[in-house]
């Protein structure tokens, strides 16, 4: 196995959302995995780095990314200039093209019929390179499933409540109207269905005290408030079943 195919597979597994982000990435256990020396495994790193996927600190090693706020608008905004035009300077597709995007909506509707999480998640995202090729560029066609990953780790990472049902729909709404030789409505549904990806994540500022979840989970007890709870719910349970009147 080479670096390049180790790094595809971890791109992958982030596409079907098997690789969180945050995750530790360590050269150990891969080249364990991949039965492999480790100077062949941190390579892979290496070129995930320059393709934005992977960190790497002195103190944690290699990680998957965790992308802010504003870098996952800008990747979706990304995605959104790149697919809309793609759709814009597009030939009028050929049968054989639409059959192929078609044969890739039915491994989608396949894959949500059988709940298979993993592979619905990549399928989803797939569509979009499936698409650039199909349209016949393969540099975009690369470019875009580096995006696509980057926004499915956005989509984990804040929460995305978009309905995988709904995307398989847009995709049968734009193949159609890519059939249908109506580019402008195709370029329009793409915009639509990008949009409402974004608009469904939860991109709310965290809080400025990074430590403000903590803090309040230990802020000192009121113990009179607490024992007084405490006595009350004693009266609703048997003495004979609450270990507290043993002790």
Known sequence: MTSSEIAQRIVEAILARKL???TRLGEQALSILFDCSRTL????PMQLTERGFVQVSSRRGWYVVQPSASEAREAFEARRVIETGLIRLAPTMEKNTINRLKQHIDQEKAALKEQDIGRRSYLLGDFHV???ECLGNQLLAD???DFTARTTLIAMLYQ???DAEKSCRDHI???KALEAGDKALAEQLMSE???QVLSDLNLQPSPSDPLAELRQALTPLDHRTYAASSSASRKTISSSTYLGALL
């Open 41 to 44: 495994v941190r390579e892979a």
């Open 130 to 132: 499936c698409l650039a």
């Open 193 to 195: 269905h990008i949009g």
């Open 173 to 175: 709404d734009i193949v």
């Open 143 to 145: 470019t875009l499933r």
């Open 20 to 22: 969180l982000p945050g």
């Open 160 to 162: 995305s409540t978009h």
